[in-house]
């Protein structure tokens, strides 16, 4: 989220008395110096939970769309917070008609109207938390829907929350201009398609492009779907593929950035199968990329340089977080930022609140001058 949206969503919070102002400050702090997007830093200070942060912000989109007023949602987002339900379910307690907004959120539509398969709806839902993006940004920047299909989905989404559309019409509307638009859609969207950007990654040729997109096309799959499957692509670098892929769609990233972070994050040595109890700092920033033996040569210099230092010494000044974010930021002054987000994501890390895939994904990011707390 930018510091605009991410004020929008904590003022709203204050002002419905969910939030205070003392947390808002904390949670835009947090999100500031690591990177993380707004509500994922709610739900990191354990302010909100996962669930409830998804009806308030069904919540929100329901207010913004004009729906409901704002005295009614105020109601509905705190039932929501204090008893742990579902927005719809606030609004009926509260005596108002929800209008559908039960099972009418965008990604269960396109899957009932069959235009997205459920592995495809769970593939885009995970990159969509990651990046704190709506959902309809990454479905649009899908080479498998077209950018029309996710807007007419939206308008009748919005339709059927006012009550001018009943569900299963909706869901039919969607279902019959996915059929029109199916021949258009190999006609690409006017953006970079997931192949194309792999490409310029270096990360596959334009021969294994070409062949993964025939196999996945004739087993009916995502082509990310399918690269992860034949483990051509870790899952780790797809989910930054595809976040990559619709930050370009909307402007907030350039082709050659997004390559350096989807090779940063391909560098990426890490096993599903490790035990990370144990990592360093030291080691995250080694994984992450940005600790390379150049710059630990440098530190370790520094560190040569005080005759005070003992071998033991040495060795705890590089395995301590404390010392070792002090010594980078003594020898890397330009990377103080850069440095800053690196601990707190370890910490985060530490604290189990991120896991360490999700924090290195993150300081990718951040590494490559994107912060994704600046881009929904």
Same mark, same amino acid.
């Given at each position: ?9 904590? &003022? ?5 008395g969910v ?26 200070? $354990? ?8 009806e ?16 009614? @949602? ?30 009418t ?17 769970e @593939?885009?839902l ?23 299909? @996710?807007?007419?989905?939206?308008e ?6 006012k ?24 006609? =690409? ?34 082509? =990310?779907?399918?690269? @992860? ?8 670098t ?11 769609a909307?402007?907030?990233l ?29 080691d ?8 390379? &033996?150049?710059?630990l ?29 002090e ?6 002054? $330009? ?19 991120? &896991?360490? &895939?999700q ?18």
């Amino acid at each position: 989220m930018s510091t605009q949206s991410a004020s929008r969503l904590g &003022n709203l919070l204050q002002e419905f008395g969910v939030l205070s102002p003392e947390s808002c400050s904390k949670t835009e702090e947090l999100s500031t110096f690591s990177g993380l997007p707004f509500g994922k830093c709610l739900i990191l200070l $354990d302010l909100i939970s996962d669930d409830d942060l998804k009806e308030v912000l069904d919540g929100q989109s329901l207010l913004r769309e004009g729906i409901f007023t704002k005295p009614v @949602v105020a109601q509905a987002i705190r039932e929501v917070c204090k008893e742990h339900i579902s927005i719809s379910e606030a609004l009926g307690k509260l005596g108002e008609k929800s209008k559908a907004t039960k099972r009418t959120r965008l990604g269960e539509l396109l899957n009932d109207a069959q235009a997205i398969s459920p592995k495809q709806l769970e @593939v885009a839902l995970k990159v969509a938390d990651f990046a704190s993006l709506p959902l309809g940004h990454i479905l649009t920047s899908f080479d498998t829907l077209e950018p029309a299909l @996710v807007d007419q989905a939206i308008e009748i989404q919005r339709k059927i929350r006012k009550g001018e559309l009943e569900r299963g019409a909706g869901v039919e509307l969607i279902r019959q201009t996915n059929q029109d638009l199916s021949s258009k859609i190999s006609a =690409g969207s006017g953006h970079f398609a997931l192949g194309e950007i792999l490409r310029f990654a270096k990360l596959l040729t334009s021969q294994q492009i070409d062949e993964a997109v025939a196999a996945a096309s004739a087993k009916k799959q995502l082509l =990310g779907e399918y690269l @992860v499957e034949m483990q051509l692509v870790s899952d780790e670098t797809m989910t930054a593929a595809l976040c990559v892929q619709s930050l370009i769609a909307s402007h907030l990233l350039s082709i050659d950035s997004g390559c350096e972070v989807i090779g940063s994050v391909a560098r990426f040595k890490t096993s599903t199968a490790q035990d990370f109890d144990g990592i360093t700092f030291q080691d995250f920033l080694k994984i992450s990329g940005y600790l390379t &033996n150049s710059k630990l040569r440098v530190v370790m210099t520094k560190l040569s340089s005080d005759p005070s230092q003992t071998f033991d010494a040495f060795k705890q000044s590089l395995q301590d977080t404390s010392k070792l974010r002090e010594l980078l930021t003594e020898c890397f002054a $330009d990377d103080v930022s850069l440095i800053n987000a690196g601990a707190v994501l370890f910490q985060l890390v530490q604290l189990k609140k991120l &896991n360490l &895939n999700q924090a290195l994904l993150t300081f990718a990011f951040r590494k490559n001058g994107v912060s994704l707390a600046t881009v929904a």
